[in-house]
């Protein structure tokens, strides 16, 4: 059995997300810092309904985090916001 100690495993290879600012939909990649601005009317809700699987709430969550604060960071595992989201 392997175990994976990074906590970014188990993420997506990428997911959509409103811009705070802008209100924009964005791509969040993951692994890569920041993100990708698309030319795209479609909610985030609507294109993340087609990745395959969806992403998760925890895994959009942990992709955000991730994109801004670093991969290697504890908001870059989905089971920090599971747990957060527990309480």
């Known amino acids: 059995m392997t175990t ?3 906590p970014a495993a188990g993420l997506p290879d990428l997911c959509y997300v409103r811009h ?3 209100g924009e939909t964005v791509a969040i990649l993951h ?3 920041g993100y ?3 030319n795209t009317l479609c909610s985030p809700e609507c294109l993340n309904a087609k990745v395959s699987p969806p992403p ?3 895994q959009i ?4 985090h991730g994109s801004m604060f ?7 595992d989905p089971a920090f916001w599971r747990r957060r989201d527990a309480r």
């Open 20 to 22: 705070p600012t802008s």
């Open 36 to 38: 990708r601005t698309l």
């Open 56 to 58: 998760t709430e925890a």
């Open 4 to 6: 994976s100690t990074d």
């Open 70 to 76: 670093g991969w290697d960071t504890p908001g870059a």
């Open 61 to 64: 969550n942990a992709m955000k």
């Open 31 to 33: 692994g890569e810092d």
